[in-house]
């Protein structure tokens, strides 16, 4: 599975104890982290999951020179995207396109054009294609390449607006890993440690005495609220841990960020709120579709260095959520922005003078064409981290959805593992495990042992596996959430995992975090309140929306206490996130007074609307978020008790 790959956490761990130059010290813990496969090793087996290529036709890539920096920023999201995409797909032609671009990239030395200032966050982002790339091929000339231009004398510029510059280390921490120079990991570490107080400061500034207040915090600079950065800087804390002399800060400090945002801006879909700076938890917050691709890579690098359900669970939920959500059914439209709640397309929205309403609409182009890009990271990077390799030797199942693996385990042995599953509609999992021969075919004569870690969500409390036919139990999870069952294989094992899901009402409250005032959006006070009570539906994963057509009435109040129904329909032949989806909700629900559609009403309600029909509550049909046409409301007001008045 490593293949050509250096493995950050193998060969830390193989060393523990040892001072060599790919380990400087313990890991925090050689117990967890895992190590993502190779490139091409896991396939998608589920047409929208294998479709999209993007803005595949639209970009134009760096040999055709450097454009101004949004196009530079644009560019070097798509081929990362791309080359990705390409392996997962083993779409040569693909692959060859973008090879072509990378070769003009080394033999022109683009690179070397400049010394870290504003561009060093988009090469910062190039960088990462360029390792995919070598990954693939092996192509000698990367790890030089990255010397060259990331030499001793480096400098990390992480002051206004190259705040991203420090992007940059993740790919010299892993240029190193896969066998780069020292002075990568020299180059990362000197940089980081320059710029910790200010980052690690600033996130720990972040506060407010009660964030379901209608009240201003303390934050950060816009630089660091932007939710790009936010994402971007946050994870290279823990990245760079094993060979930091302040790992376990290093580490806290990027668990910490990621806990600070999931408080105070992290949206129903599972994604945090970005109208460019981070901008809290409301019905109107909404999150720019770069924000998407960028929380899902984050996570997949915490999921592998930290080793935790909870990053699975995340990536999960964002991807099963917001990325339909910011995408149409082909792939080949997106938004600029989602909200959880849209009745009608916002009027009068400004950023920088101009009305840019326009952006939660779908379309083949956006201004600025960084989410056009972006959007292309979105398969691959969820496609590639379904499958990992634990430190132990082991498999992890670690994303679920159909697909395959291929891969070879550290003995020797290959193994392939075939999914079949309509997860996260259904809720039973199958997968069949087959040793490969070296001639490739399925060896029904071979035995190995080895662990599978499979990952058992937090939301689901009653999980169930049969191995063959027979009962495997108690399913005992160890402390970062994962079962591990650890026997001999041989060709035509089965597994079935059932995650069973119970519908969930859950309630909270929206956060005001501060309304930062910018260039893009300074009246972000005037647009979200803090403090106000809402309700959203769950089942395993999934959030559940109110489809709208125009004209239908939205303004209705969940009953908290009232049960809900779970309606089942059958898979579609191709899956591409349907109108009439496999399952659906019915939720008991009154008509209120609900004036404003940006905002929720206040409570206690002084008393429902007067639409209420006597003869009973209505029943609202849901269906999940990333089911819906462009108009939904997916946070609710909700009323409890036995009257439909707030107790």
């Known amino acids: 599975m490593v293949g050509r790959r250096r493995s950050i956490l193998l060969e830390c761990v193989s060393q523990v104890g040892s001072r060599t130059s790919r380990c400087d010290g313990d890991l925090w813990s050689p117990k967890v982290g895992f190590v993502a496969a190779s490139r091409g090793a896991v396939s998608?087996?589920?047409?929208?999951?294998?479709?999209?290529?993007g803005s595949n036709g639209r970009v134009n890539g760096w040999k055709d020179g450097q454009p101004h920096f949004a196009m530079d920023e644009q560019a070097a999201y798509w081929i990362d995207g791309m080359i990705r995409l390409g392996?997962?797909?083993?779409?040569?032609?693909?692959?060859?396109?973008v090879s072509e671009?990378?070769?003009?990239?080394?033999?022109?030395?683009?690179?070397?054009?400049?010394?870290?200032?504003?561009?060093?966050?988009?090469r910062a982002v190039y960088s990462r294609a360029m390792l995919a790339y070598f990954d693939s091929t092996g192509d000698k000339r990367i790890l030089p390449f990255f010397a060259k231009y990331w030499n001793s004398t480096y400098h990390m510029d992480s002051s206004t607006p190259a705040a991203r510059s420090l992007a940059q280390a993740e790919a010299m921490i892993e240029g190193y890993a896969y066998g780069g120079e020292d002075t990568l990991l020299e180059t990362a570490l000197r940089g980081l440690t320059e710029h910790q107080s200010t980052f690690q400061a600033a996130w720990n500034s972040v506060r407010?005495?009660?964030?379901?207040?209608?009240?201003?915090?303390?934050?950060?600079?816009?630089?660091?609220?932007?939710?790009?950065?936010?994402?971007?800087?946050?994870?290279?804390?823990?990245?760079?841990?094993?060979?930091?002399?302040?790992?376990?800060a290093w580490l806290n400090a990027s668990i910490g960020a990621y806990e600070l945002m999931h408080t105070r801006d992290m949206l129903p879909y599972g994604v945090n709120s970005a109208e460019e700076a981070l901008s809290g938890i409301a019905p109107n917050a909404s999150t720019e579709t770069c924000d998407v691709s960028d929380f899902?890579?984050?996570?997949?690098?915490?999921?592998?260095?930290?080793?935790?359900r909870r990053y699975g669970d995340r990536l999960e939920k964002a991807f099963f959520n917001a990325a339909p959500g910011a995408l149409n059914r082909n792939y080949s439209q997106h938004v600029y922005y989602q909200s959880p709640n849209l009745q009608r397309i916002p009027p009068d929205y400004i950023e920088y003078g101009h009305n840019i309403s326009e952006r939660w609409a779908m379309n083949i182009f956006h201004t600025?064409?960084?989410?056009?890009?972006?959007?292309?990271?979105?398969?691959?990077?969820?496609?590639?981290?379904?499958?990992?390799?634990?430190?132990?030797?082991?498999?992890?199942?670690?994303?679920?959805?159909?697909?395959?693996?291929?891969?070879?385990?550290?003995?020797?042995?290959?193994?392939?593992?075939?999914?079949?599953?309509?997860?996260?509609?259904?809720?039973?999992?199958?997968?069949?495990?087959?040793?490969?021969?070296?001639?490739?075919?399925?060896?029904?004569?071979?035995?190995?042992?080895?662990?599978?870690?499979?990952?058992?969500?937090?939301?689901?409390?009653s999980p169930s596996l049969t191995v063959n036919g027979e009962t495997v139990g108690p399913i005992h999870m160890n402390e970062y959430g994962f079962f591990v069952l650890s026997r001999t294989w041989t060709t035509g094992d089965k597994l079935i995992l059932k995650l069973p899901m119970n519908a969930r009402l859950e309630t909270d409250v929206t956060v005001n975090n501060g309304g930062l005032g910018n260039a893009f959006n300074s009246n972000r006070n005037n647009w979200v309140r803090g403090g106000l009570p809402?309700?959203?539906?769950?089942?395993?994963?999934?959030?559940?929306?109110?489809?709208?057509e125009k004209g239908e009435p939205w303004e209705f109040a969940l009953h908290q206490k009232s049960a809900l129904k779970i309606q089942r329909a059958e898979m579609p032949a191709v899956w591409?996130?349907?109108?009439?989806?496999?399952?659906?909700?019915?939720?008991?629900?009154?008509?209120?007074?609900?004036?404003?559609?940006?905002?929720?009403?206040?409570?206690?309600?002084?008393?429902?609307?007067?639409?209420?029909?006597?003869?009973?509550?209505?029943?609202?049909?849901?269906?999940?978020?990333g089911c819906t046409k462009p108009f939904k409301v997916s946070m609710f007001p909700y009323v409890t008790g036995d009257t439909l008045y707030e107790s």
């Open 534 to 548: 809402y309700s959203t539906v769950s089942l395993g994963p999934l959030l559940f929306a109110l489809p709208l």
């Open 44 to 53: 998608p087996k589920n047409a929208w999951f294998a479709g999209g290529n």
């Open 576 to 625: 591409d996130w349907p109108y009439t989806p496999p399952v659906s909700i019915v939720a008991e629900a009154s008509p209120i007074e609900w004036p404003d559609v940006w905002t929720l009403p206040a409570t206690p309600f002084s008393k429902v609307s007067e639409k209420y029909d006597a003869v009973g509550p209505n029943q609202l049909t849901l269906v999940p978020y």
């Open 368 to 461: 600025p064409p960084c989410c056009t890009g972006n959007q292309a990271r979105l398969l691959p990077n969820w496609i590639h981290h379904q499958w990992l390799q634990s430190i132990d030797g082991g498999l992890v199942a670690a994303l679920y959805s159909p697909n395959s693996v291929t891969t070879t385990l550290p003995g020797g042995q290959k193994v392939r593992v075939v999914v079949n599953t309509d997860y996260p509609f259904k809720e039973a999992i199958e997968m069949t495990v087959s040793l490969m021969s070296a001639a490739h075919a399925a060896d029904p004569s071979a035995h190995v042992m080895f662990p599978l870690h499979l990952r058992i969500p937090e939301w689901c409390a």
């Open 208 to 248: 407010c005495e009660d964030y379901s207040k209608n009240t201003t915090c303390v934050q950060a600079s816009y630089e660091l609220e932007h939710g790009v950065t936010w994402n971007e800087i946050a994870k290279v804390w823990a990245l760079a841990g094993p060979w930091a002399q302040q790992k376990e």
């Open 296 to 308: 899902i890579h984050s996570n997949t690098w915490l999921l592998r260095h930290i080793g935790h």
């Open 87 to 97: 392996l997962v797909l083993h779409d040569e032609e693909l692959q060859a396109r």
């Open 101 to 122: 671009d990378i070769d003009s990239v080394i033999i022109h030395g683009y690179f070397n054009t400049n010394d870290g200032g504003p561009e060093g966050w988009p």
